[in-house]
């Protein structure tokens, strides 16, 4: 028996993932920028550096309700503020239950207001950004290597040319070419001095990202939002181990 999913939930279901999506980045980008000592204002910024985001994307998309769909996120901190305030609660368990809270909130004012797609804003800001949305994800997703470098086994080097190797069907030869040059690579890796070896991997992925962009500019082998994110994801690795070790 085959099961299909209702053509009323498949938008639904897209939009509360994309939110989820967008409200990590808001709390990978945004939340390090401010860490305030008294729990109300760490609540409500957690709130808000979740909500910019997930607002900007929602009206990118063309989404209506964005007011009752951020203040579904405030709320839950605002109620649990008032036991902390009796000494009912402690500060991580606001944190914990604003975030408990906030995800049934989200998905009521998303069922009962069904966030179907709209008419995407035409704000050539917003339009920059959600178009863009590959290399915000990069970042947000390589926003601690700048405080903590990560110098990832010479292995993952060449699992990422395997993706290009195996996902597109174009220019085999040349990507197979590219991945036998990474297999050099990880040998000499495996021969060298640790700070040498270091280098030689910094180095990898720096080639790397010069790889994914000749790919995001041919439009070839991969998609582009995939050699986008790639492409930012391997810079940065590249660039921030140079910075600690170098």
């Known amino acids: 028996m085959t099961t299909t999913v209702s053509p009323t939930v498949r938008p639904l279901v897209r939009h509360g993932a994309e939110m989820l999506v967008a409200m990590l980045v808001g709390m990978a980008l945004l939340g390090p920028l401010w860490t305030p000592e008294r729990v109300e204002l760490a609540a409500l910024w957690m709130a808000v550096s979740m909500s910019v985001p997930m607002a900007l994307w929602m009206r990118y998309r063309g989404h209506g309700r964005i007011l009752e769909m951020c203040a579904a996120m405030v709320v839950p901190y605002l109620v649990l503020l008032v036991p902390y305030w009796f000494g009912l609660l402690d500060g991580d368990a606001v944190e914990m239950g604003g975030h408990a809270l906030m995800l049934p909130a989200m ?74 040059g990474y297999v050099v690579l990880a040998a000499a890796v495996l021969v060298v001095s640790d700070s040498a070896g270091v280098l030689l991997i910094a180095l990898g992925w720096g080639a790397h990202a010069g790889w994914d962009l000749w790919h995001h500019v041919r439009d070839a082998v991969v998609p582009r939002w995939w050699s986008a994110f790639c492409g930012v994801f391997d810079l940065v690795i590249a660039v921030t181990i140079l910075l600690r070790w170098f």
């Open 107 to 180: 998905a009521a004012v998303l069922v009962l207001r069904r966030h179907e797609h709209g008419t995407p804003s035409t704000n050539p800001v917003i339009r920059a950004l959600g178009d863009r949305w590959p290399v915000v994800i990069a970042l947000a997703v390589t926003f601690d290597f700048w405080q903590s470098p990560l110098v990832p086994p010479v292995w993952t080097l060449l699992l990422c040319q395997a993706a290009y190797l195996f996902w597109g069907r174009r220019a085999p030869g040349m990507q197979l070419a590219v991945f036998a």
